[in-house]
């Protein structure tokens, strides 16, 4: 596999796909919060959770250890609130799959949608503002800050 050219231009695109997904997921529990239990809603949580689960986990380690150490050599303060950020998130996801598995266990129970959609809204808001941070203030320090050796670097982590 070759090294992407641009590897903030490649994290910028997972940030945009992530974004897609959190909409659905958004749509889709304000559905169920409105509308009560419903499969295809479901599925769609389902595969937002999916994504969530496989690609935004990818996506935070190449930026751990590829994007971060390189950023490191020369300022420390935003990639420590970026990787706080990710252990939020993380914690966030864990109560999403769990409250989405309370959903499906009990589907009447309006309690649990309840939750569900505040616990989607929270995962939703905090990783909306996690991703307007890195792409409006970190990775517009990172390009230009780093020379082309370095962004050649962190592409080749990535891989």
């Known amino acids: 596999m070759r090294s992407p050219a641009d590897p903030i231009a490649q994290l910028l695109q997972e940030h945009n796909d992530a974004l897609i997904q959190l909409k659905n997921l958004n ?28 690609e ?13 150490p390189v950023l490191e050599r020369y300022v420390e303060g935003p990639t420590k609130i970026m990787r706080q950020d990710h252990r939020k998130l993380k914690k966030g996801f864990y109560r999403l799959s769990e409250a989405i598995r309370a959903v499906n266990a009990n589907r009447d ?10 616990v989607a809204s929270e995962v939703v808001q905090s990783f909306v503002n996690h991703i307007h941070k890195e792409n409006y ?7 230009r800050f780093l020379s082309r050796e370095e962004l050649r670097e962190i592409a080749n982590k990535m891989i």
């Open 137 to 143: 203030i970190l990775f517009p320090l990172v390009q």
């Open 56 to 68: 935004v986990s990818v996506h935070n380690l190449k930026e751990e250890k590829a994007l971060f």
């Open 109 to 118: 129970s309006f309690s649990a949608i309840r939750k569900l959609r505040k």
């Open 27 to 54: 749509r889709a529990v304000q559905s169920f919060a409105q509308d009560g239990y419903n499969v295809r809603l479901y599925r769609t949580i389902r595969a937002a959770l999916k994504f969530i689960e496989e």
